[in-house]
């Protein structure tokens, strides 16, 4: 049993096997040349294994010599890939270099886990991989996580950690969720008090619930704009997309307390030391709509993604409704409701972004008050946003916070650190099936795929990443990859067990399935809960408006 993980779409098992030695030489067309470097790293640094990277046409001495042979195949599809392993080699033929990318990965499957440790730590330097025929293909277009890092922000180097673990698991999109009320965390040239100021709190809650308390310790960090730019280039070269976000209308405390134009609120604020939904909100002055369209200039020239996230969440309108001015706003604009009026603001943003070549990226709640142009909707509120939006002629990536919430507790063991939301298991993540029942058959194909969202209120650390992450994103991984057919379901948890021994050399620090380690759990700090149908009903409530 190979142990693949995600399942490929066919493995067919040959006989014999292939040295891996310092005589074999990789080959690669230049097009796939990123993934035939990613393998060349891999061996040399989990195996001490270092293999020359030639072009295809290698010069008559080396010609014969063993080889893993990267083709380009026009014939697959995109993402696909073709991995045989005899006796006599290793080739990989795949349409585009992500393909390939894949294709690495479960090359290094087949090897041992130490493959994936930082440093050699046996001394014989050869492995053998066994004979193998795998054709393979995503079930999903769009297989991603959201990162905040807003609420606690986590370095450069660890975002990079983060990417690594992604490519492991053929994960395609890494959605950046960079502003927020608690902290600026992308630097603006045109505005640098939005991180100056914007960038750090002087205390952070701990816990949730009425029990929780503040922890009196400043928290702060940002990104240079060539901090962002590592991340880029480092992602696409593991063939990983980078989507950022910058929040508005609503959670934007930080934005405000920067430049307090931007909101309605007379006494000075500083970026939010709290958790939860914000009464703030942007106001709807021309003049903030132009200072957002600054901010997402200099955001588009440093990712390349086709879309562009502006969050549109959440948005408390009760200062809307407080404020004369907005009021007046309001009848000069033809807008009868506070809803019509956000769909005014987005649809303002979107216009200026779609002029940029790029399209919007938003929460549900984008639907509310009229669609917006062409944008692709992240559907968190169950699916009645998703269902809607297909209907309507958007793109949909699905991301149900019942199914994969990854900030949201494991267990209702009280051993769980800061219990927050519903359980949420591996299982019920492997079973994440993002097309709704309710969504008719000609609208399917709206759905690109789905992502979880790892919200990171109580998640401080790189440690505390890895045990909220895994090893569920691995069950992620898989049913986008992989969807729910019955084999692979079926054998899923005995995959999952072998896989672990990967997790381990990669440093990853998982949580056990019997339960948190001690120095996983934070004892004595209050979560806050929820009843799986009490917050059904309630996000029934939340999306009634969207109908």
């Known amino acids: 049993m190979l142990n693949l993980l995600p399942q490929p779409s066919r493995v067919e098992a ?51 010599s063993p080889a893993v042979a990267f083709a380009v195949d026009p014939l697959l599809a995109e993402e696909a890939y073709a991995l045989t392993v005899d006796e006599d080699g290793i080739r990989i033929a795949a349409a585009d270099v992500r393909g390939a990318q894949h294709a690495v990965q479960t090359l290094l499957q087949l090897l041992p886990p130490r493959t994936y440790r930082r440093a050699p730590i046996a001394e014989e330097a050869a492995v053998s991989v066994p004979a193998v025929r795998i054709e393979d293909a995503p079930r999903y277009r769009w297989r991603g996580l959201m990162l905040d890092v807003a609420r606690h922000f986590a370095p450069t180097a660890e975002v990079l950690r983060v990417i690594d673990q992604l490519a492991m698991h053929r994960l395609n999109v890494l959605h950046l969720h960079l502003t927020d009320d608690q902290g600026w965390r992308a630097e603006i040239r045109k505005y640098p008090l939005l991180t100056q100021v914007g960038g750090w709190r002087p205390s952070s809650q701990r816990g949730s619930g009425p029990g929780s308390t503040q922890d009196g310790m400043p928290h702060g960090g940002f990104y240079t704009q060539d901090d962002l730019r590592e991340i880029v280039a480092y992602a696409a070269a593991r063939g990983i997309t980078v989507v950022p976000e910058i929040e508005l209308p609503g959670h934007v405390q930080a934005a405000i307390a920067a430049y307090p134009q931007l909101g309605l609120v007379a006494d000075p604020l500083g970026p939010w030391t709290g958790w939860g939904i914000n009464p703030h909100a942007l106001n709807v002055e021309e003049s903030t709509v132009a200072f957002f369209c600054d901010v997402l200039d200099e955001i588009i020239e440093i990712f390349p993604s086709e879309v562009i996230g502006i969050g549109g969440d959440e948005c408390r309108k009760d200062e809307w409704r ?133 919200w990171a ?80 009903a309630e996000i029934a409530r939340l999306t009634a408006n969207l109908a």
């Open 14 to 64: 040959g006989s014999g096997e292939f040295p891996l030695s310092a005589a074999v030489r990789i080959r690669t067309a230049e097009p796939l040349r990123a993934a035939a470097e990613r393998l060349q790293e891999a061996l040399r640094t989990g195996l001490g294994l270092s293999l020359a990277l030639d072009a295809p046409a290698a010069a008559p001495d080396v010609a014969d």
């Open 322 to 454: 407080a404020d004369a001015r907005t009021q007046e706003l309001m009848r000069e604009r033809g807008l009868a409701t506070e809803d019509e009026l956000q769909s005014w603001f987005i649809a303002r943003i979107d216009e200026h972004v779609r002029s940029r070549g790029r399209r919007l990226y938003g929460w549900d709640e984008i639907l509310e008050g009229g669609a917006v142009t062409g944008a692709t909707v992240a559907s968190w509120r169950g699916t009645a946003g998703a269902v809607i939006a297909a209907r309507r002629g958007s793109d949909v990536v699905m991301c149900p916070e019942d199914t994969v919430y990854l900030d949201y507790r494991q267990s209702d063991s009280p051993d769980e650190p800061i219990p927050t939301g519903l359980v949420t298991t591996v299982a019920h993540v492997r079973a994440f099936d993002p097309i709704p029942e309710a969504l008719e058959i000609e609208h399917r194909g709206r759905i690109l795929g789905g992502q979880a969202n790892l």
């Open 457 to 536: 209120e109580h998640v401080d650390s790189a440690r505390r990443r890895d045990y909220q992450l895994f090893p569920r994103l691995c069950g992620l991984a898989e049913a986008l990859w992989s969807g729910q057919d019955p084999d692979a379901v079926g054998s899923f948890p005995d995959r999952l067990g072998a896989h672990l021994a990967r997790l381990d050399a990669a440093g990853i620090e998982y949580r056990p399935e019997a339960g948190p380690h001690p120095w996983q759990q934070v004892p004595g700090v209050p979560g806050k809960t929820f009843d799986r149908a009490a917050r059904a």
